[in-house]
């Protein structure tokens, strides 16, 4: 459900957005980070009601005490103000500039050997790292021709985050009506990148996901299942600011000969879903712990094998 955002409203928050984001790109990244760091820092002291969302989700999904799990939420508004420091960048990078800021590993190699099976590739990712840097990485490296995104609440805000982007070569398709665009895309050979990581509502698949059953969106895998395009999970973690190692899972597929397509798309979600939770494990404090992931609960009958329910 998306809330009503009033015309004053709408240019309140546009306005002070790009005041904000113009004096980020301004002053040295240094700077911008430790002020971006301190704005996360203040919101988890004042925002009571979202830091407590927080804490009992990581509690819930990692079995971690008090502690601990203040100390993981307190770190996750930090690195979300280092990402604040970070998106105003993106329309000022290049592909020259990815490579001296990103530890690529072997990842390349294997997306490419991918790519020239010519049946495109699906890079599945979440609210992980630096998702929109990782974006504007792959656009630029050629890895990824679009991605999928759900429009945000404000238009104003909505039209110039898609401007920063789309300024390195990134398609940006509305999640309403993507999958005609995604399926083109995959049949041309192309990648393409969707997030996978929110509440899936009730018309979601229900599977696994920190051990407890999670409504996710069952895009990646019906998309796989059409059209043999492989999966493949991938995140920028971060190094340090403006510093990222590119993380990947082994890639997979759909069964052509699956009997079952429904639990042939269970298999495949639940794929998705520990390729996630593997990457998200390596730093907990870089997931987006703000999502009511686990909000949407099927019957009793319907929940998934092995997992337990409850909303954090």
């Known amino acids: 459900m998306t809330r009503e ?21 301004l002053i040295p990244l240094s700077a911008a980070v430790a002020l971006g760091r301190g704005l996360g820092a203040l919101f988890f002291h004042v925002d009571r009601r979202h830091r407590n969302r927080c804490i009992a989700q990581i509690r819930a999904a990692l079995d971690v005490g008090e502690p601990e799990a203040r100390r993981i939420a307190r770190a996750m508004y930090r690195h979300l103000g280092t990402m604040l420091a970070e998106v105003p960048r993106l329309g000022k990078l290049t592909a020259r500039d990815v490579d001296a800021l990103v530890d690529w590993g072997e990842g390349p190699a294997r997306i490419r050997e991918l790519l020239a099976q010519g049946k495109g590739l699906i890079l599945f990712t979440g609210h992980v790292g630096n998702w929109e840097v990782c974006g504007a990485a792959f656009a630029l490296k050629g890895f990824a021709k679009g991605a999928v995104a759900r429009p ?10 898609r ?24 049949r041309e050979g192309h990648g393409f990148g969707i ?13 696994r996901f920190f051990g407890r059953t999670a409504s996710t969106m069952p895009a990646a895998a019906d998309l796989a299942m059409r059209t043999r395009a ?20 082994d890639p997979f597929r759909a069964d052509p000969a699956a009997a ?20 998200i494990r390596k730093a ?4 987006l712990w703000l999502h009511r992931r686990w909000k949407t609960q099927p019957k009793p009958a319907a929940r998934a094998p092995g997992a337990s329910a409850g909303e954090a």
């Open 230 to 249: 492989p999966l493949m999970a991938a995140c920028f973690q971060r190094l340090g600011p403006m510093r990222f190692r590119l993380e990947v899972s």
């Open 195 to 207: 997030l996978v990581d929110q509440d899936g509502g009730q018309d979601g698949v229900f599977a």
């Open 260 to 279: 079952d397509p429904a639990a042939e798309r269970l298999r495949l979600v639940q794929r998705i879903n520990d390729e996630l939770e593997r990457i």
């Open 5 to 25: 955002c009033s015309v004053p409203v709408a240019w309140f928050e546009y306005l002070a957005a790009r005041a904000l984001a113009g004096l980020l790109a």
């Open 284 to 287: 907990p404090e870089q997931w």
């Open 152 to 161: 945000l609440d404000n238009p104003l805000i909505d039209r110039w985050l």
């Open 163 to 186: 401007g920063l982007r789309q300024a390195s070569g990134q398609e940006i398709w509305d999640k309403f009506g993507a999958m005609r665009r995604a399926l083109r895309a995959l």
